[in-house]
């Protein structure tokens, strides 16, 4: 699984030909947690408060790259990585 981004011990993935709806997936130490592109919800494991706040601030700056990634993945091509939240 490609790492996109990496920021404040937040790991950002997305795994090539994975299953609908859109989304990536987020590390912070033992939690995990995968994310709907489209809303920015957690739709599978859990992040501390915190933790997904900074996630969902840096989805929703880079939700159009994030769509075009998830698009790129699906069709195992190649994936690039994106500037991390600052």
């Known amino acids: 699984m490609p790492e996109i981004s990496r920021f404040f ?3 950002v993935k997305m795994y090539f030909d994975d299953h609908p709806p859109p989304h990536f997936h987020a590390e912070y130490g033992e939690h995990k947690a995968v994310i709907d592109i489209h809303t920015l919800v ?3 494991g859990y992040l501390p408060p915190r933790v997904l706040g900074l996630v969902v ?3 929703s700056s880079h ?3 994030l769509l ?3 698009e790129r993945a ?3 091509q190649p ?3 994106l500037p991390p939240l600052t």
């Open 63 to 65: 939700r159009e790259d």
């Open 74 to 76: 699906t069709q195992r």
């Open 9 to 11: 011990g937040i790991v």
């Open 42 to 44: 957690v739709i599978g």
């Open 79 to 81: 994936l690039y990585p």
């Open 57 to 59: 601030e840096w989805a």
């Open 68 to 70: 075009i990634l998830w």
